[in-house]
């Protein structure tokens, strides 16, 4: 999937992301914040659900390891995406 003019997700940045924006017919200066809030906000979010998940259910090891890696996805793409924009 293309992200404004890259291919490949390690050469995407914030002149990506606000192509990006330009070939959706967003307004970059609206959409990026949203997006700096969404990845600022994901991780401790998910963290409340995967240990709601953990709690409310009876999962077999194979069941527990897809929330762990779902979280170090998370935290990654997360730091990822605030590096781009300066915030981490």
């Known amino acids: 999937m293309w992200i404004g003019d890259e291919d490949q ?9 606000e192509s990006f924006c330009d070939d959706c017919g967003f307004v970059p200066d ?17 963290t409340k659900v995967s ?10 090891a194979p ?6 890696r779902m979280t170090e996805i998370f935290h990654a793409q997360a730091d ?4 781009m924009f300066g915030k981490a």
Request: glycine residues 4%.
């Open 9 to 17: 997700f390690a050469g995407v940045g914030r002149h990506s992301w």
């Open 80 to 83: 990822n995406l605030l590096s």
């Open 63 to 68: 069941e527990k390891a897809l929330p762990v």
């Open 30 to 46: 609206k959409m990026l914040p949203q997006w700096v809030q969404l990845a600022e906000k994901l991780p401790p979010a998910w």
């Open 51 to 60: 240990a709601r998940i953990d709690a409310e259910h009876a999962l077999c």
